[in-house]
């Protein structure tokens, strides 16, 4: 069973950066591709970024996403980190970690919530 964490939300002002990070408890993680998904009030959870286990990353809504936002792992201490650098206020959302693709099998963690205003 994997447990999800996410921290390292907050509000920053339009233009500004913010990381965050997901702790993913259990001895299944390092085998999983993990993806970053967001959702803003509203709207659908969507997926942001995803990594493989070996480092591979795409990035949904290239034109709007790719270039400000980078996802990166560390296997060895079972967590998965997303760089947002250049925030607009339309990346405003409940960002969560899950598998990707999602796992029905393993709980949404309660997310970590980013405002981007100024």
């Known amino acids: 069973q994997v447990q999800l964490v996410e921290s390292g939300g907050g509000l920053v002002q339009p233009g500004g950066s913010l990381r965050l990070s997901c702790a993913a408890s259990?001895?299944?993680?390092?085998?999983?591709?993990m993806g970053w998904y967001r959702q803003a009030p509203g709207k659908q959870r969507e997926l942001v970024a995803s990594?493989?286990?070996?480092?591979?990353?795409?990035?949904a809504n290239a034109d709007s996403i790719q270039g400000r936002f980078t996802i990166s792992r560390d296997n060895a201490h079972n967590t998965v980190n997303l760089q947002m650098n250049s925030l607009k206020p339309e990346d405003t959302a409940v960002y969560y970690c899950?598998?990707?693709?999602?796992?029905?099998?393993?709980?949404w963690g309660q997310g970590t919530q980013v405002t981007v205003s100024s």
């Open positions: 990594i493989t286990p070996g480092g591979i990353t795409k990035y």
């Open positions: 899950n598998p990707y693709p999602r796992l029905a099998t393993i709980d």
């Open positions: 259990g001895n299944l993680f390092r085998v999983f591709s």
